[in-house]
């Protein structure tokens, strides 16, 4: 008798592997959308944008089709990997990404209010490293509290930048989205901390975020001409 | 006036370029494009760096500075990208 469908695709796998799928096309599509105009102009808040969509797809490729292909193609048995090292760094280079995507795309905002600095790019690489190894050493309290703080700390940045924002409601309109992208970023990273977290949520949030990115990619697309 | 911003003085300044049937010798450009000569030579040679004009010398030892194919893309598309920045508040 052949096995059942959920046998090999479980549906939280399934729904997961989608709203990956979703958020990586999305990020690449923006990422490869922009790539002309950044070349012709080299603009740092091109820059900056690409960047962030890059470590967006980045960080949910590591999260969610490594661990579809662990499971699916049983990737661990055959190359005898322990599947705790690979969720460890698959969860740290998450970490990592993801805090990357948000300070860049903080930055790509903000680099002209704080006068651009190389700096500033290495100390975001600096905290984004911390806070992966503190996603992966440090208790699960004290990791979630320091990631919910500094996006947060990122979040009231924006908010602050929406609130003066001279753009009148186009600005204000497209600041709403970046905060609206920060706190499903802090619920992704709840999410995977404490997989019990978001339960009944989960596909609420997934759809949530998976919208997010997709009227961003409209907005890209719309204005990039393509 | 309003201060210009550095990709509106490199569309002038290939704007320049082009409207001078695609060949101009850099004092002609460099007075048209209406900024010091210091910064002048920065943008001049991150245009060339870029690959966005390219200098031939002739016998005479004379320099013409051309628009090359990336040039004229960047003026195409010029009004694009800064409805982009514009759009994102870049």
Same mark, same amino acid.
């Given at each position: 008798?052949?096995?059942?469908?959920?046998?090999?695709?479980?549906?939280?796998?399934?729904?997961?592997?989608?709203?990956?799928?979703?958020?990586?096309?999305?990020?690449?599509?923006?990422?490869?959308?922009?790539?002309?105009?950044?070349?012709?102009?080299?603009?740092?808040?091109?820059?900056?944008?690409?960047?962030?969509?890059?470590?967006?797809?980045?960080?949910?490729?590591?999260?969610?089709?490594?661990?579809?292909?662990?499971?699916?193609?049983?990737?661990?048995?055959?190359?005898?990997?322990?599947?705790?090292?690979?969720?460890?760094?698959?969860?740290?280079?998450?970490?990592?990404?993801?805090?990357?995507?948000?300070?860049?795309?903080?930055?790509?905002?903000?680099?002209?209010?704080?006068?651009?600095?190389?700096?500033?790019?290495?100390?975001?690489?600096?905290?984004?490293?911390?806070?992966?190894?503190?996603?992966?050493?440090?208790?699960?309290?004290?990791?979630?509290?320091?990631? &919910?703080?500094? *996006?947060?700390?990122?979040?009231?940045?924006?908010? +602050?930048? !929406? $609130?003066?924002? %001279? @753009?009148?409601?186009?600005?204000?309109?497209?600041?709403?989205?970046?905060?609206?992208?920060?706190?499903?970023?802090?619920?992704?990273?709840?999410?995977?901390?404490?997989?019990?977290?978001?339960?009944?949520?989960?596909? &609420?949030?997934? *759809?949530?975020?998976?919208?997010?990115?997709?009227? +961003?990619? !409209? $907005?890209?697309? %719309? @204005?990039?001409?393509? | 006036?309003?201060?210009?911003?550095?990709?509106?003085?490199?569309?002038?300044?290939?704007?320049?370029?082009?409207?001078?049937?695609?060949?101009?010798?850099?004092?002609?450009?460099?007075?048209?494009?209406?900024?010091?000569?210091?910064?002048?030579?920065?943008?001049?040679?991150?245009?060339?760096?870029?690959?966005?004009?390219?200098?031939?010398?002739?016998?005479?030892?004379?320099?013409?500075?051309?628009?090359?194919?990336?040039?004229?893309?960047?003026?195409?598309?010029?009004?694009?990208?800064?409805?982009?920045?514009?759009?994102?508040?870049?």
């Amino acid at each position: 008798m052949r096995p059942p469908i959920e046998y090999f695709f479980p549906p939280e796998i399934g729904a997961e592997l989608i709203y990956s799928f979703i958020i990586i096309i999305c990020s690449l599509m923006i990422y490869y959308a922009t790539k002309e105009m950044y070349e012709l102009s080299s603009y740092k808040g091109i820059k900056y944008f690409r960047q962030a969509f890059l470590f967006f797809a980045i960080a949910f490729f590591s999260r969610y089709f490594i661990k579809f292909l662990l499971m699916f193609f049983n990737v661990g048995e055959i190359l005898r990997f322990s599947m705790m090292r690979i969720g460890w760094i698959s969860t740290f280079i998450f970490l990592y990404s993801i805090s990357m995507a948000v300070f860049y795309l903080l930055y790509s905002v903000m680099w002209k209010k704080w006068n651009h600095s190389q700096l500033r790019i290495y100390l975001f690489n600096l905290f984004a490293f911390i806070i992966a190894m503190m996603g992966l050493l440090g208790g699960v309290i004290t990791s979630l509290l320091l990631i &919910a703080a500094l *996006l947060l700390f990122a979040s009231l940045i924006l908010f +602050i930048a !929406y $609130k003066n924002s %001279k @753009n009148s409601r186009k600005g204000k309109k497209l600041y709403m989205i970046y905060l609206l992208l920060f706190v499903f970023c802090i619920l992704n990273i709840f999410d995977i901390l404490i997989p019990t977290f978001l339960q009944v949520y989960q596909l &609420a949030i997934y *759809l949530a975020s998976s919208l997010i990115f997709m009227i +961003i990619l !409209y $907005k890209v697309l %719309k @204005n990039t001409g393509n | 006036m309003a201060k210009r911003g550095k990709l509106d003085i490199m569309r002038d300044m290939l704007n320049i370029i082009r409207d001078n049937r695609n060949s101009i010798k850099p004092t002609p450009l460099l007075r048209k494009s209406n900024i010091s000569s210091k910064r002048f030579k920065e943008y001049y040679n991150e245009l060339l760096e870029k690959g966005l004009l390219k200098s031939v010398q002739d016998k005479k030892g004379n320099k013409f500075i051309f628009l090359t194919e990336k040039g004229l893309r960047f003026l195409e598309k010029y009004r694009t990208i800064i409805e982009f920045i514009d759009e994102f508040e870049l």
